[in-house]
């Protein structure tokens, strides 16, 4: 079996007090694309700069490329590219001219057209960054970062702030990326992010690991519970159910005997987006009306 | 590339970057080619009295350039580092092969150059409009002056950034630190109208010395002078190494707001 691209073992990072990362494991293969998944404050961020080696871990074991990143070299660096969560262009640059100077960095770049068909931006190579609308810029944000040809690519919330449109020309640049064959190292706090572009998942919240899998795995919904919804004279009445059939046939027989309509009656499952808010909140702060099982919560 | 190629590499989109801002031209290019035009419509037609009396404009052209070379570099590395700092251009490039050193060297050549274009630009529009000699003669010294005088300013100006915190913070505190002492250090107000308790004060920090060596290879003394007036030289170079010093310790790629 291939070696890992990233090994992370018992990973601790602590700010002052506070323990931002408490002690996590997992593993990236070759040619993976692998989400990272976490609400803001989780860790992601902490996790993937200490990947990166922009940041001390406090610790744990780390490998990325076969090194640890706080000794990383220049030799591993031509090896990473490197998407940052917020970082601006220079604004008096064309698209080919921030390319080609960070194409100047890198042993053998990767051809500065290539890139620009990469990432969708064709017809924009003479544009200023300081004209480009804000998914262009961070398209060629991406170019930068895939300039050098690297091996690992991290990209660190790549579409959050983006609109519908233009995340899914950035979803699209980021697919095109496993049919180079790249492996991709990607944190979002979106799940239908990840269930788009990821082979394997892997969800953190407040500093741990909470869930790994594969998307199909983890968006699992025939398991999870269903909830029955309906309004009863003006209130909205929502109950959590396994077995929603027996719950349905006795919350209807009832309502027919007693001559009552169940208004705007409907039996859901869990989207994605709820099991990941649900993996994700902690136990005091979830305030959905659904949290409070068992069945006939709201009555 | 290797690194001096690479430093050239890096200089040449700083040059194209800087070229096509338009506040780092105002700043650095426009505003000292008014301030020299201000001074010289103002005071043309006085004489100041020093070396035994000068034109006010042969005072001026080599204090502008002073202003202008410090402006070109630690005014102008101090606002956009701390631009591209907060707005993790830093940090981007630090995630890359390129060595640090190398970014640092090409900015700071840009510094230079665009320090050696105002020389030219200044000393131009001094010959031209107000008849103030260029002294071709001292040119080698000139440049040795303004060359040292611009290292060690740029040194200061990225020691500069660790101090301040955010964007919006930058030029005010460039700003508060250079203008009192253009006014304090004779760049602006002629020496022969400063009382000497002020001089003795502007003479605790570097804009003065170097002021004083660049007008010494700029205007030529009466007698046999030396061109260069090494003491001031040494004590900017002096500046310059505690810049570099700070710089080295202090100096951040990742932003410190956000």
């Known amino acids: 079996m291939a070696e890992p691209v990233i090994s992370i073992r018992g990973l601790r990072k602590s700010y002052g007090e506070t323990e931002a990362v408490r002690g996590i494991d997992l593993e990236v293969m070759p040619g993976e694309v692998f989400a990272f998944l976490g609400p803001n404050g989780a860790g992601k961020t902490t996790t993937v700069e200490i990947l990166e080696g922009y940041r001390r871990r406090s610790g744990g074991e780390v490998s990325v490329l076969g090194e640890d990143p706080e000794h990383g070299g220049r030799e591993w660096r031509e090896r990473i590219g490197i998407v940052l969560q917020s970082c601006r262009l220079d604004p008096y640059l064309t698209v080919r001219e921030s390319l080609e100077l960070y194409a100047g960095y890198f042993r053998s770049p990767r051809p500065t057209d290539e890139v620009i068909s990469l990432v969708g931006l064709e017809g924009k190579a003479e544009e200023r960054a300081s004209r480009l609308s804000g998914g262009q810029q961070r398209r060629l944000d991406v170019g930068m970062a895939l300039v050098g040809d690297p091996e690992l690519l991290f990209l660190d919330e790549p579409t959050t702030g983006f609109d519908p449109s233009a995340r899914r020309q950035a979803w699209d640049v980021i697919a095109g990326l496993r049919d180079l064959g790249k492996t991709v190292f990607l944190t979002t706090h979106y799940m239908d992010e990840a269930q788009r572009l990821a082979d394997r998942v892997t969800i953190i919240a407040r500093g741990e690991i909470v869930a790994r899998g594969t998307p199909e795995d983890l968006g699992d919904r025939e398991s999870q519970p269903a909830t029955i919804r309906y309004r009863a004279n003006g209130r909205e009445v929502s109950l959590r159910t396994a077995t929603p059939v027996q719950a349905l046939h006795e919350l209807t027989g009832r309502a027919l005997e007693r001559g009552e309509d169940l208004e705007g009656l409907e039996v859901t499952r869990p989207t994605l987006e709820d099991i990941y808010l649900e993996l994700t909140s902690s136990s005091s702060e979830s305030g959905e009306a659904e949290a409070a099982e068992p069945v006939e919560a709201a009555e | ?258």
């Open chain 2, 1 to 258: 590339m290797n690194g001096l190629a690479l430093v050239g590499h890096q200089f040449r989109y700083d040059q194209k970057a800087f070229w096509r801002n338009p506040a780092s031209v105002f700043f650095t290019v426009m505003f000292p080619v008014l301030l020299l035009l201000i001074f010289a419509t103002i005071f043309g037609s006085q004489t100041v009295d020093v070396r035994g009396g000068i034109k006010t404009t042969t005072y001026y052209v080599p204090a502008i350039i002073t202003l202008s070379v410090i402006s070109a570099t630690m005014q102008s590395l101090a606002m956009s580092l701390v631009i591209a700092r907060e707005d993790g251009r830093l940090k981007r490039s630090r995630g890359t092969p390129m060595p640090p050193w190398v970014f640092i060297a090409g900015r700071v050549g840009n510094s230079i150059v665009v320090a050696l274009i105002m020389l030219a630009l200044l000393a131009a529009i001094g010959r031209v409009l107000y008849g103030v000699p260029i002294p071709w003669g001292r040119l080698p010294e000139i440049v040795v002056v303004l060359v040292v005088g611009a290292a060690a300013f740029s040194c200061l100006g990225i020691a500069l950034t660790a101090a301040i915190p955010s964007q919006d913070a930058a030029a005010p505190i460039v700003n508060a630190l250079l203008l009192p002492l253009y006014f304090l250090s004779g760049v602006f107000i002629p020496d022969d109208q400063l009382p000497s308790g002020v001089i003795h004060f502007a003479d605790a920090f570097p804009i003065r010395h170097f002021f004083e060596a660049f007008f010494d290879a700029y205007v030529p003394a009466n007698g046999a002078a030396a061109a260069i007036s090494w003491g001031n030289l040494a004590i900017v170079a002096v500046w310059g190494v505690v810049g570099l010093l700070l710089a080295v310790r202090f100096f951040r790629w990742t932003p410190r707001s956000g």
